[in-house]
């Protein structure tokens, strides 16, 4: 089946313990990326990646890292993690950055930073 | 600055009713526009994607158009159903610079049996 997915689904962790969540594709896609959702202020990207070893800053970068050594996988980390940080994380991948035939979302993850 | 509004941001009506929810954007020079789905704590599931030279797309009851020219996009969902509860998200694939999905702030509909 085709799919991005995600892990963790939840994670509660306290600050300044850094965390990784992974994203994972098998559609060959080459452009990936990474959201935020807060109440209010809607999806907002923090990177994206249109093919391995090209990334780039999204709307809010700050606090966040993230790598493409592969096409598959683009980890988000979190060296520093704080409270402003607790959100739903959501990663997308698109065959290409055009978005020509879509894009497709993981499940997300609930990150909860204490 | 591409931005994107929904209206309304909320919505309830009796199951059976045809509805239209609204999607609208600042700048018209975009690679598509796309529909999602979003049920409570869950991810998002695409429903309709609409490339910038398509005017519309359907599949089943939902019917979406664009019309890029006016920053305007509509989903129209038949015969709703109680199962049809959600926020519906409208988005909108963006050139130059940032390559990225814009989304707007949804429309939370609510399905009455």
């Known amino acids: 089946e085709a799919q991005v997915t995600q892990n963790p689904r939840y994670l509660i962790t306290v600050t300044g313990k850094k965390l990784t969540v992974t994203c994972s594709q098998n559609?060959?896609?080459?452009?990936m990326s990474w959201y935020r959702q807060d109440p209010g202020l809607g999806l907002r990207q923090i990177y994206y990646?249109?093919?391995?070893?090209?990334?780039d800053k999204g709307d809010v970068p700050e606090g966040y890292k993230v790598s493409r050594k592969e096409k598959r996988n683009f980890p988000l980390i979190l060296e520093s993690p704080s409270p402003n940080q607790t959100s739903l994380y959501f990663c997308a991948s698109s065959l290409s950055f055009t978005g020509e035939a879509g894009y497709t979302f993981g499940s997300g993850t609930r990150l909860t930073v204490v | 600055k591409q931005e994107v509004t929904q209206i309304p941001a909320a919505l309830s009506v009796p199951e059976g009713e045809n509805l239209v929810l609204n999607c609208s954007f600042t700048?018209?020079?975009?690679?598509?526009l796309q529909w999602f789905r979003q049920d409570p704590g869950k991810g998002l599931t695409s429903l309709l994607l609409i490339q910038s030279s398509q005017r519309e797309q359907t599949s089943g009851r939902l019917n979406a158009s664009l019309d890029k020219s006016s920053g305007r996009s509509t989903l129209y969902i038949a015969a709703s159903q109680p199962g049809d509860s959600a926020t519906y998200l409208c988005?909108?694939?963006?050139?130059?610079?940032?390559?990225?999905?814009?989304f707007g702030k949804g429309t939370k509909l609510t399905v009455n049996p």
């Open positions: 700048d018209s020079a975009i690679y598509n």
């Open positions: 990646s249109m093919n391995v070893e090209v990334t």
């Open positions: 988005a909108v694939g963006t050139q130059g610079g940032s390559e990225k999905l814009v």
């Open positions: 559609m060959n896609h080459e452009y």
